[in-house]
Structure formats: structure tokens, C-alpha cells
């Protein structure tokens, strides 16, 4: 799992260099034949997959930390390590997720604006408002999708956040007794792990449900 650190980190670049030429990307893809709406399509497909890798990473992440709190002899030292590795690996996970919204995001609004553009540009009454009921439709159910990962995302942070006061303290304090005193911390964080988890399926799902309705427009 850990090996493929300086791959996602290379991911996470290639984005924002992707973010800083948006427009110049969109003409090129355009001219061999791939539009906004397909570039939409794909985005929110590597979305859903970043967020089932990260879902599993915070099951990880939690999986590995319950065995820390159940530390009963060995190595604690060990424990302490994979633990903090767990929480990297959930770490880099969130970020890929923000970014690939945000990439949604400019690409959505890039279609979007290009959409109402050409609905200005019907003669034809009757094609003008089908297609401008149908762009309210679709912006309609993008921003359902858009919200439920935004939402999904927000509720990382506080994982995140505890995860790594936790790490740092227990850093500071690698010993049975240390452990012993965090149980309330764990309990919110497995907690906030299952609000987690619940909210990032429906965000997976409508996500799903989006793409789907996509292809068949």
C-alpha cells in the first residue's frame, strides 16, 4: 500500500498543472473528438474511484488504530508506526478527493456556460427551451453530486484532524498508559469513521447514478 506514495504524490501534481490549463485542454480534447460533457463523465468516474480508495483508507486507517488502543504486549513501537503510516496514506487520500471535485467543478461550469451559449444561438423556440429545460435539469442533479462530495469530504477533516493529535501525542507518549487515556478520543473517531463511511456510499452512489444518467442523454 505505502509503496505507491511518490505515484499519487505525482497524481496530485498533474492536477494542479491540469487545473492551471483548463481551457487549453478543453480545445485540444475537443479537436480529436472528446467534448466537456465526456471530460465530466470521466471526472466524476476517477472522483467515485478516489473516493472508494479513500473510504478504504479510513477502514484502514481505523482497523489499524482499534489495534493500537487493544495493545496488550510487543512491539508497541510497530504499532505506533503503522498506525501513523495508516493515517498518511488516509491523508493523501482526502486530498486526492478535493482535488479530483475541484477538477469536476471547472469542467461542470466549462460545460455549463458553453451550454447556455449555444441555447442563445436557436432560432427555433421550440429546441431553445427543450434544451434549456434540459440544462437546468442536469445542473440540477451535478449539484446534488457536487454537494453530496462536498459534504463527504468535509466530514474527513475531523478524522483527519483527531487522527493526528492522537499520533502526535502518542509520539510523545509511547506507552501503555497513554494509550489507555484516549479512549474517548477513539471512540469519537470510530464514530466519526462510520459517519464517514455512510456519507461517502451516498456520495459514491449518487455519483453513480449521475454518470449513468449522463451516458443515456
Same mark, same amino acid.
Given at each position: 500500500?505505502?509503496?505507491?506514495?511518490?505515484?499519487?504524490?505525482?497524481?496530485?501534481?498533474?492536477?494542479?498543472?491540469?487545473?492551471?490549463?483548463?481551457?487549453?485542454?478543453?480545445?485540444?480534447?475537443?479537436?480529436?473528438?472528446?467534448?466537456?460533457?465526456?471530460?465530466?463523465?470521466? #471526472?466524476?468516474?476517477?472522483?467515485? !474511484?478516489?473516493?472508494?480508495?479513500?473510504?478504504? %483508507?479510513? +477502514? $484502514?486507517?481505523? =482497523? @489499524? /488504530?482499534?489495534?493500537?488502543?487493544?495493545?496488550?504486549?510487543?512491539?508497541?513501537?510497530?504499532?505506533?508506526?503503522?498506525?501513523?503510516?495508516?493515517?498518511?496514506?488516509?491523508?493523501?487520500?482526502?486530498?486526492?478527493?478535493?482535488? #479530483?471535485?475541484?477538477?469536476?467543478? !471547472?469542467?461542470?461550469?466549462?460545460?455549463?456556460? %458553453?451550454? +447556455? $451559449?449555444?441555447? =442563445? @444561438? /436557436?432560432?427555433?423556440?421550440?429546441y431553445?427551451?427543450?434544451?434549456?429545460?434540459?440544462l437546468?435539469?442536469?445542473?440540477?442533479r451535478?449539484?446534488?453530486?457536487?454537494?453530496?462530495?462536498?459534504?463527504?469530504?468535509?466530514?474527513?477533516?475531523?478524522?483527519?484532524?483527531?487522527?493526528?493529535?492522537?499520533?502526535?501525542?502518542?509520539?510523545?507518549?509511547?506507552?501503555?498508559?497513554?494509550?489507555?487515556?484516549?479512549?474517548?478520543?477513539?471512540?469519537?473517531?470510530?464514530?466519526?469513521?462510520?459517519?464517514?463511511?455512510?456519507?461517502?456510499?451516498?456520495?459514491?452512489d449518487?455519483?453513480?447514478?449521475?454518470?449513468?444518467?449522463?451516458?443515456?442523454?
Amino acid at each position: 500500500m505505502f509503496c505507491n506514495k511518490p505515484i499519487k504524490l505525482m497524481g496530485i501534481i498533474s492536477l494542479f498543472i491540469l487545473v492551471g490549463c483548463q481551457s487549453a485542454y478543453y480545445s485540444a480534447m475537443e479537436k480529436v473528438g472528446t467534448h466537456k460533457r465526456d471530460i465530466l463523465i470521466d #471526472r466524476v468516474e476517477k472522483a467515485t !474511484d478516489s473516493q472508494e480508495e479513500a473510504k478504504q %483508507e479510513f +477502514q $484502514d486507517a481505523l =482497523e @489499524q /488504530f482499534t489495534k493500537l488502543m487493544n495493545f496488550e504486549g510487543g512491539e508497541l513501537q510497530s504499532h505506533y508506526e503503522r498506525s501513523k503510516d495508516h493515517y498518511e496514506s488516509s491523508k493523501e487520500a482526502a486530498d486526492d478527493v478535493a482535488e #479530483r471535485i475541484s477538477l469536476i467543478e !471547472d469542467v461542470a461550469q466549462a460545460l455549463f456556460d %458553453e451550454w +447556455q $451559449d449555444e441555447i =442563445e @444561438q /436557436f432560432s427555433n423556440q421550440q429546441y431553445k427551451q427543450q434544451s434549456q429545460v434540459q440544462l437546468r435539469d442536469t445542473e440540477r442533479r451535478y449539484k446534488n453530486v457536487i454537494s453530496a462530495m462536498h459534504r463527504a469530504k468535509d466530514k474527513m477533516q475531523p478524522v483527519l484532524s483527531a487522527l493526528q493529535d492522537n499520533m502526535l501525542y502518542l509520539k510523545h507518549n509511547l506507552n501503555a498508559k497513554a494509550i489507555g487515556s484516549l479512549n474517548a478520543e477513539y471512540t469519537s473517531i470510530k464514530q466519526n469513521v462510520a459517519q464517514l463511511i455512510e456519507q461517502m456510499n451516498r456520495s459514491i452512489d449518487d455519483s453513480q447514478a449521475f454518470i449513468e444518467t449522463l451516458k443515456t442523454e
